[in-house]
């Protein structure tokens, strides 16, 4: 009975022998067929690459053994190590170096920016049609202009923004002069087409009231007032200054916390601070009459297709809508120089000081407010927004 089942076991250890060794054979099979499979992939990027880096375009003699050989091409940039120019292989770091010579960047930025050139405007579809050539002749893949239609906020020519400050009557005290015009500085800036200052997708309007100075008009700033000063700015206008966060927030916590109008100012202590480079046009620190455009819309791309690409045939949102679900402030807002803040600011009541890191580089010591100190107290701050809108 053992001599059985040993003869049984033999039997079966031969045929999973057999079995194994089969496997085995195709196993090596099959890896063979892949690395021939692998060894003709090579050889055949390989030949492209050696096409598309070295230009091997033509035909040396002529016959079915004819070796291909370069030919003399005009300038043609191959992504690769070299690069076929005037018919001679060179280094395409040479070539990139050749391209970023100090001269033509400044060629290029004198481009860019000779001409005032905001969205939608013809000196800005000039500019794009410009970048576009230059990404063609550096042989991009696919260079293309695509139209969009959006909505757009342009300053009031024959109705600028203001920001006064007025008797109780009504007139006028003061009115700055850079809340509806900035100067040019250079000969070069004295030219059409300069944008007057304003805050694109500010709400339209006016408003009067107290001047309440809320620092950055950050989260925090309106919760000190609040909670460490009792100072409500519910009613007022209010004047802060730019940095630390976008402006467009800054007129959403504005409007959140009761201001009836926003104005932002460029403080030299964030733009031209004391021992730092001198203004423009002679250093690169804002001069005491420049200030900063911008939006102050907080939701991204066109407000009236959120989701959707802004081309013909799209539905739109109105603008109503986009407004009250928060896109853009329903208050006043523009900017202000810091040659015009010191009109309103050195006139501030003194009853609540500003904390020292409410304090600007202006020449005075900051107060917060309300309103205006003696000889002014009876003055109200008023701002004036007259912007249009426009979908191009």
């Known amino acids: 009975m053992a001599d059985g089942h040993e003869e049984t076991n033999k039997l079966l250890f031969r045929t999973d022998a057999k079995a194994s060794g089969k496997k085995r054979y195709i ?5 063979f067929v892949v690395l021939l499979v692998l060894a003709i992939l090579f050889i055949g990027v390989g030949i492209g690459i050696g096409y598309a880096v070295f230009g091997i375009t033509e035909s040396s003699g002529s016959g079915p053994n004819a070796c291909p050989s370069a030919g003399p091409v005009q300038t043609e940039l191959a992504w690769g190590a070299l690069l076929r120019y005037d018919g001679k292989m060179v280094s395409v770091l040479d070539k990139i170096d050749d391209l970023l010579k100090t001269e033509r960047i400044n060629q290029t930025l004198k481009t860019l920016t000779k001409k005032p050139h905001i969205a939608g405007m013809d000196t800005n579809i000039e500019l794009a049609a410009f970048v576009a050539d230059e990404w063609k002749s550096l042989k991009f893949d696919k260079v293309e202009m695509v139209n969009f239609s ?5 300053p009031n020519d024959t109705n600028p923004n203001k920001f006064q400050i007025q008797f109780e009557n009504g007139s006028v005290y003061y009115d700055s002069p850079t809340a509806s015009l900035e100067p040019p500085l250079t000969e070069d800036e004295n030219q059409t087409g300069v944008p007057r200052p ?3 997708y500010s709400g339209k309007g006016s408003a009067t009231g107290k001047l309440v100075y809320v620092n950055y008009g950050r989260r925090e700033d309106f919760e000190y007032l609040s909670i460490n000063k009792s100072i409500s700015v519910n009613g007022s206008v209010c004047i802060a200054r730019y940095g630390k966060i976008y402006r467009g927030s800054k007129a959403q916590l504005a409007e959140q916390n009761g201001c009836i ?6 403080d030299p202590a964030d733009y031209a601070p004391k021992g730092g480079l001198p203004p423009y046009p002679k250093g690169w620190s804002l001069p005491d009459t420049g200030l900063q455009r911008g939006s102050v819309m907080v939701w991204s791309g066109d407000s009236l297709t959120q989701l959707r690409p802004s081309i013909d045939g799209v539905y739109r949102d109105s603008y109503e809508y986009a407004q009250r679900n928060g896109a853009y402030p329903s208050i006043p807002v523009t900017p202000l120089s810091y040659k015009d803040a010191y009109e309103f600011l050195s006139k501030m009541d003194q009853s609540n000081e500003a904390p020292s890191d409410w304090q600007g580089q202006l020449n005075f010591t900051y107060y917060i407010g309300p309103g205006f100190k003696d000889p002014y107290s009876s003055y109200n701050a008023y701002i004036e927004v007259n912007n249009y809108l426009e979908t191009r």
């Open 27 to 31: 196993s090596l099979a099959a890896c």
């Open 261 to 266: 109008g926003l104005v932002i100012y460029s």
């Open 198 to 200: 304003f805050n694109a």
């Open 150 to 154: 959006v909505l757009l906020q342009y």
